[in-house]
């Protein structure tokens, strides 16, 4: 009983420890690994999240560069959308020069403009279809598919619906041909000076246009105010830059020598062109061949272009809104479109340009920071860059599988120490277990030792108190007494050898 006894105080005491050891690794586990998922989806969602952030940075330094774009085609005036147009503030005189996007759009966000009336016609200020050498020759075939593209595929979305003419269409009268003088140098505009408001010839003068000044502009309603002079110019620009094309034609086959319209000697003849000009109708080259807005040759024949007959002499006004943005189908996908409505006396026109999808994306590509940039119709809150487009921004797949692998390295590491550490104290309690058995051990040797020693120690402590009653009592044979004394002598030796054994 006594070993058993002990052998199970070894046993429960193993018991305790195992369940000790246990309870402390499994809520060391529990906790630990709860904080190692949590490390794992902060490393994880780390490149997601980064995403995200630079998203939305990205997505407010496109919407800055789209809101600057707005603003500078807000202050284009409306008939710079057709390709020659008549800039009152640069000229006084009649005169039509190219538009500055004739040849093509000046920002590399746009990909083309358009104009479309209330009969779903569509026309770009780079195609000039009655007078082709004014297109943009370099890029007529994208225009042209741009074109065709605008009007296959959302011009009937866009078309301006009808409205009732109140101010009839100026008139202009056959323009006549004269020389000019060969020091008289022709004066006219460039396409940049239309385009900055800036004249390189005669000022305004008593053409002047009412139009709020181009630079104090924002993307709000606008209401310009033309006299009608000028707005017969920009509604006729073809037929003014037509009639001075055939005219001069004319003019240069016939030579100088008995021709209509100029007298022998180069000058002018008024009296030869019936309906000239009045006096005090100011003068405007324009050249039929090479570029419309430039002149190389001071002694090039002048159109001069008679003022129109309006039909009224109150300033005509015209209502421009602001540019919106739409979604509208594409040929390579939905397509951001910026538009406004333009009303004029003729008729009603939508007036916008297309945001190139590849320059964005381009765009994009030097600013994503090695991330992943797209572009696509929805809505997100600090992503959004206009209604129903939105910037994705994807982790670049390196930076995720590195992610992925820091996540995995975490998982180990905290196993690998786990399994260290519980080796470690299993070990210790298996060590505690043996130590505490070899107590166990060494108390039962003890107990079996002390034992052994109380059975010799009293064996001959019984014959030496036998022998010693005997003699001090006078007991036994008096003829043994020397044998007792022997025996007690024995008795003692072999008591002094138990000492000496239990010292040892």
């Given at each position: 009983?006594?070993?058993?006894s002990?052998?199970?105080?070894?046993?429960?005491?193993?018991?305790?420890?195992?369940?000790?050891?246990?309870?402390?690794?499994?809520?060391?586990?529990?906790?630990?690994?709860?904080?190692?998922?949590?490390?794992?989806?902060?490393?994880?969602?780390?490149?997601?999240?980064?995403?995200?952030?630079?998203?939305?940075?990205?997505?407010?330094?496109?919407?800055?560069?789209?809101?600057?774009?707005?603003?500078r085609?807000?202050?284009?005036?409306?008939?710079?959308?057709?390709?020659?147009?008549?800039?009152?503030?640069?000229?006084?005189?009649?005169?039509?020069?190219?538009?500055?996007?004739?040849?093509?759009?000046?920002?590399?966000?746009?990909?083309?403009?358009?104009?479309?009336?209330?009969?779903e016609?569509?026309?770009?200020?780079?195609?000039?279809?009655?007078?082709?050498?004014?297109s943009?020759?370099?890029?007529?075939?994208?225009?042209?598919?741009?074109?065709?593209?605008?009007?296959?595929?959302?011009?009937?979305?866009?078309?301006?619906?009808?409205?009732?003419?109140?101010?009839?269409?100026?008139?202009?009268?056959?323009?006549?041909?004269?020389?000019?003088?060969?020091?008289?140098?022709?004066?006219?505009?460039?396409?940049?000076?239309?385009?900055?408001?800036?004249?390189?010839?005669?000022?305004?003068?008593?053409?002047a246009?009412?139009?709020?000044?181009?630079?104090?502009l924002?993307?709000?309603?606008?209401?310009?105010?033309?006299?009608?002079?000028?707005?017969?110019?920009?509604?006729?620009?073809?037929?003014?830059?037509?009639?001075?094309?055939?005219?001069?034609?004319?003019?240069?086959?016939?030579?100088?020598?008995?021709?209509?319209?100029?007298?022998?000697?180069?000058?002018?003849?008024?009296?030869?062109?019936?309906?000239?000009?009045?006096?005090?109708?100011?003068?405007?080259?324009?050249?039929?061949?090479?570029?419309?807005?430039?002149?190389?040759?001071?002694?090039?024949?002048?159109?001069?272009?008679?003022?129109?007959?309006?039909?009224?002499?109150?300033?005509?006004?015209?209502?421009?809104?602001?540019?919106?943005?739409?979604?509208?189908?594409?040929?390579?996908g939905?397509?951001?479109?910026?538009?406004?409505?333009?009303?004029?006396?003729?008729?009603?026109?939508?007036?916008?340009?297309?945001?190139?999808r590849?320059?964005?994306?381009?765009?994009?590509?030097?600013?994503?920071?090695?991330?992943?940039a797209?572009?696509?119709?929805?809505?997100?809150?600090?992503?959004?860059?206009?209604?129903?487009?939105?910037?994705v921004?994807?982790?670049?797949?390196?930076?995720?599988?590195?992610?992925?692998?820091?996540a995995?390295?975490?998982?180990?590491?905290?196993?690998?120490?786990?399994?260290?550490?519980?080796?470690?104290?299993?070990?210790?309690?298996?060590?505690?277990?043996?130590?505490?058995?070899?107590?166990?051990?060494?108390?039962?040797?003890?107990?079996?030792?002390?034992?052994?020693?109380?059975?010799?120690?009293?064996?001959?402590?019984?014959?030496?108190?036998?022998?010693?009653?005997?003699?001090?009592?006078?007991?036994?044979?008096?003829?043994?007494?020397?044998?007792?004394?022997?025996?007690?002598?024995?008795?003692?030796?072999?008591?002094?050898?138990?000492?000496?054994?239990?010292?040892?």
């Amino acid at each position: 009983m006594p070993g058993g006894s002990r052998a199970s105080r070894v046993v429960i005491a193993a018991a305790i420890l195992a369940v000790l050891l246990a309870a402390l690794l499994g809520a060391w586990f529990l906790t630990g690994w709860s904080d190692v998922r949590a490390r794992q989806a902060t490393t994880e969602t780390a490149p997601i999240a980064a995403a995200s952030a630079r998203a939305g940075e990205l997505a407010r330094q496109l919407r800055g560069e789209l809101d600057r774009l707005v603003e500078r085609e807000a202050k284009r005036p409306y008939f710079q959308y057709q390709n020659l147009f008549h800039d009152p503030r640069a000229s006084a005189g009649w005169s039509v020069t190219p538009s500055p996007l004739a040849s093509g759009p000046d920002d590399p966000l746009v990909l083309g403009y358009f104009q479309i009336d209330s009969d779903e016609h569509v026309t770009t200020p780079a195609i000039n279809d009655e007078f082709p050498q004014l297109s943009d020759l370099k890029h007529l075939v994208e225009q042209r598919a741009f074109r065709d593209q605008v009007a296959q595929l959302f011009a009937h979305q866009l078309a301006p619906e009808r409205a009732p003419k109140d101010v009839q269409l100026a008139q202009l009268d056959p323009p006549v041909v004269h020389h000019p003088h060969p020091t008289a140098k022709p004066r006219g505009i460039t396409a940049e000076a239309a385009h900055d408001g800036t004249s390189t010839g005669s000022s305004a003068g008593s053409n002047a246009t009412t139009i709020a000044s181009a630079r104090n502009l924002t993307n709000t309603a606008q209401t310009v105010q033309l006299d009608p002079g000028t707005y017969a110019q920009n509604s006729n620009a073809n037929a003014v830059y037509g009639a001075g094309t055939r005219t001069i034609g004319e003019l240069v086959g016939t030579g100088t020598s008995g021709g209509s319209g100029a007298n022998a000697n180069g000058g002018p003849d008024s009296e030869s062109a019936p309906g000239g000009p009045p006096t005090g109708t100011p003068t405007v080259a324009a050249t039929p061949t090479g570029s419309p807005s430039t002149y190389h040759d001071p002694v090039q024949p002048v159109v001069h272009v008679p003022a129109p007959r309006p039909a009224t002499s109150s300033p005509i006004t015209i209502s421009i809104s602001p540019l919106e943005w739409k979604t509208l189908p594409f040929t390579a996908g939905p397509a951001l479109v910026a538009v406004r409505q333009v009303a004029t006396p003729d008729g009603n026109l939508a007036q916008g340009f297309v945001v190139d999808r590849a320059a964005l994306t381009q765009w994009l590509a030097t600013h994503d920071d090695d991330l992943v940039a797209e572009l696509r119709t929805g809505s997100g809150a600090d992503s959004e860059l206009a209604p129903g487009w939105e910037l994705v921004v994807h982790p670049n797949p390196r930076t995720v599988a590195a992610a992925a692998h820091d996540a995995a390295t975490i998982a180990t590491g905290f196993i690998v120490r786990f399994l260290v550490i519980g080796a470690v104290a299993l070990v210790a309690a298996l060590l505690l277990v043996w130590l505490v058995a070899r107590t166990e051990r060494y108390a039962r040797e003890r107990s079996q030792f002390a034992a052994a020693a109380a059975h010799e120690l009293r064996t001959p402590l019984a014959g030496l108190q036998l022998y010693g009653d005997m003699l001090a009592d006078g007991l036994g044979d008096p003829n043994k007494l020397r044998d007792y004394a022997r025996r007690m002598s024995e008795e003692a030796s072999r008591l002094g050898r138990v000492v000496s054994n239990v010292l040892g």
